[in-house]
């Protein structure tokens, strides 16, 4: 199962709820992380190897915006 990483901003019930279905789980409160700033919050994770959950999107924006000329996600355009 995948191991979870919740950063301050997430209420640490949610470790809870995601250990009861199997994975491991942890919470920056339970690290004493939880005034640490959002880029020790990645790298705790990375570290570990664990998918990190934050609530605040716009901290860990780490790529460029999509180009409307670029390859990527999103829907394909036809015939062009």
Same mark, same amino acid.
């Given at each position: 199962?995948?191991?979870?990483?919740?950063? %301050?901003?997430?209420?640490?019930?949610?470790?809870?709820?995601? !250990?009861?279905?199997?994975?491991? =789980?942890?919470?920056? $409160?339970?690290?004493?992380? $939880? +005034? =640490?700033?959002?880029?020790? %919050?990645?790298?705790? +994770? =990375?570290? $570990?190897?664990?998918?990190?959950?934050? %609530?605040?999107?716009?901290?860990?924006?780490?790529?460029? +915006?999509?180009?409307?000329?670029?390859?990527?996600?999103?829907? +394909?355009? !036809?015939? !062009?």
């Amino acid at each position: 199962m995948a191991g979870f990483y919740l950063d %301050h901003d997430v209420a640490y019930g949610i470790a809870f709820l995601l !250990r009861e279905e199997g994975h491991d =789980a942890t919470a920056a $409160q339970w690290n004493g992380l $939880q +005034a =640490a700033e959002d880029y020790e %919050h990645l790298l705790k +994770a =990375a570290e $570990q190897g664990w998918i990190l959950i934050g %609530h605040n999107r716009k901290d860990y924006n780490l790529s460029p +915006a999509p180009s409307p000329n670029r390859a990527g996600p999103g829907p +394909a355009s !036809r015939g !062009r």
